[in-house]
């Protein structure tokens, strides 16, 4: 079958872009010097998580951050509880492999009305509103752009919220990192020769 002269030109194309998503795949999992560990909770992960304080606040929702970055030596004592420490299981990833250690990921608890006391119930409807309040921060958090534990297939973990920013544990071990505005520079590249690419394939 013979190719028309926009067909040859995308074959062309096709040719130029795949080696060019080849290099930056590979930037995302090969680092190219070694990166620090960080130190502190992301800035727009802090800037989200006190939005959605203030937001359930709005709703009647009193929510307490009980943690968010979380460093690998604290990681590795946290695995070790139910294990090695008394206490349960309450996590299955080891130093640096949890977003918490890169500052991405922070865990939440209901608080009653003018109480100190922590609440993990998640049917737990405080404001009186017929809904459970859990939910309604874990929605609230959604639309902020976390992502919820809480619907992970596997080992579910209902206090936990992170934002990966499309990075991979495997990512951040290999020092790839969001940049200010929570998107990895070689990844944001990549979107755009794939948004280009689709781009020019519909013309």
């Known amino acids: 079958m013979k190719l028309n002269k926009k067909g040859k030109w995308l074959v062309t194309l096709l040719f130029l872009i795949v ?3 080849f290099i ?17 909770l992301n800035d727009l992960v ?45 996590t299955n990833a080891r130093g640096g492999e949890s977003y918490h250690n890169y500052g991405l990921a922070i865990d ?28 309604e921060v874990v929605e609230i958090a959604k ?27 495997n990512d951040l071990q290999n020092g790839v990192r969001p940049s200010k505005n929570g998107v990895p520079t070689n990844l944001a590249m990549k979107d755009k020769i794939v948004k280009f690419f689709k781009e020019i394939s519909n013309i």
């Not at 939440?108 to 017929?130: K, R």
């Not at 209902?158 to 991979?168: D, E, I, K, R, V």
């Open 108 to 135: 939440f608890a209901l608080a009653a009305p003018g109480g100190e006391q922590l609440i993990w119930d998640m049917d737990y409807d405080g404001n009186g509103n017929s809904k459970s309040d859990w939910k």
């Open 46 to 90: 802090e800037a989200k998580s006190k939005q959605l304080v203030n937001e359930a606040a709005r709703k009647g929702i009193r929510v307490v951050i009980t943690d968010d970055f979380r460093s690998a030596k604290d990681q590795n004592a946290l695995y070790a509880q139910g294990r090695s420490s008394d206490g349960n299981v309450v």
């Open 143 to 169: 639309n902020l752009g976390f992502e919820w534990g809480g619907d992970w297939a596997k080992f579910k973990d209902y206090p936990h919220l992170q934002m990966s920013f499309g990075l991979t544990i």
């Open 19 to 21: 080696p060019i998503l």
């Open 24 to 40: 930056f795949n590979s930037l995302e999992t090969q680092p190219t010097k070694k990166v620090p560990m960080p130190t502190k």
